[in-house]
């Protein structure tokens, strides 16, 4: 083969070859997936949203609000898929009963949750995270987000309803690219006082939105605080630009960035 018979030398070598139709069929079969997966269809507010510093987010799922935000799932796909394989993993026989997994959690009636792992050997309850490098960089270098503690603290919280004893709660935030050795483990001592003061802002929230009734009232959304800020494009109730907050939150974000619903 001379060079210029070369395969980069083709002709058309140098353009993007056309999409495979195969492609959008395999994307939708893995979204409708998704979309009918028991966490998408998880209804009631959990430990994992109480610790949200926005009020207008917890309001928006306590009213189990339409979303207008949806997303690439891809992320939370692959966190899922870890979380089944290590269950599987500390779950088996050979460790002897040491680790309990995927064990379910009522941190007080209606609020309950799914605590990834516990210690029997040194009580301690465990969360798997798995995340970006930018984000491992950041939980490296102070600690857990706000949200990520009280949802820790919670299922602790429930563990010790369900009889057990509970020393110490800990997130281990595994790499979503990268190497295992890239692991970062945060724990501390489990402390009640964390439970109490998110629960009791939880309750503030609920009874704010119980009096402004926005379901009802839908200009009252402007009265429940935001806090907006660059995680906005995450929120299931982000849509850039709106001016009606029953259709969305605008967030602080531009429109051109993250991810956005048709």
Request: glycine share 10%.
């Amino acid at each position: 083969m001379t060079v210029a018979e070369g395969p980069f030398n083709q002709p058309g070598g140098g353009a993007s070859p056309p999409e495979d139709p195969l492609r959008p069929v395999l994307l939708s079969g893995i979204r409708a997936a998704d979309a009918g997966s028991a966490r998408s269809r998880q209804a009631a507010i959990g430990p994992s949203e109480v610790g949200e510093p926005c009020d207008r987010r917890v309001a928006y799922r306590l009213l189990d609000w339409p979303t207008s935000n949806g997303g690439d799932p891809w992320f939370a796909i692959i966190g899922t898929a870890v979380h089944a394989w290590l269950a599987d993993a500390f779950g088996h026989a050979r460790h002897g009963g040491r680790w309990l997994v995927e064990q379910r959690v009522t941190v007080r009636p209606g609020l309950r949750g799914t605590a990834d792992l516990y210690d029997t050997a040194r009580p301690t309850v465990i969360d798997w995270k798995v995340v970006g490098k930018s984000s491992l960089d950041r939980y490296r270098a102070h600690g857990p987000s706000p949200r990520y503690r009280v949802q820790i603290h919670l299922y602790a919280a429930g563990m010790v309803n369900a009889g057990r004893r509970v020393d110490r709660v800990a997130i281990a935030f595994l790499p979503r690219s990268g190497f295992l050795d890239g692991a970062h483990l945060w724990s501390e001592p489990f402390d009640p006082a964390v439970v109490e003061r998110a629960l009791a802002r939880l309750d503030a929230i609920t009874e704010l939105v119980c009096l402004l009734d926005p379901e009802q009232a839908p200009e009252r959304w402007s009265v429940i605080p935001a806090s907006p800020s660059s995680e906005c494009r995450f929120c299931p109730f982000w849509r850039p630009g709106s001016t009606d907050l029953s259709k969305g939150c605008p967030g602080d974000t531009p429109a051109q960035i993250g991810r956005t619903a048709a």
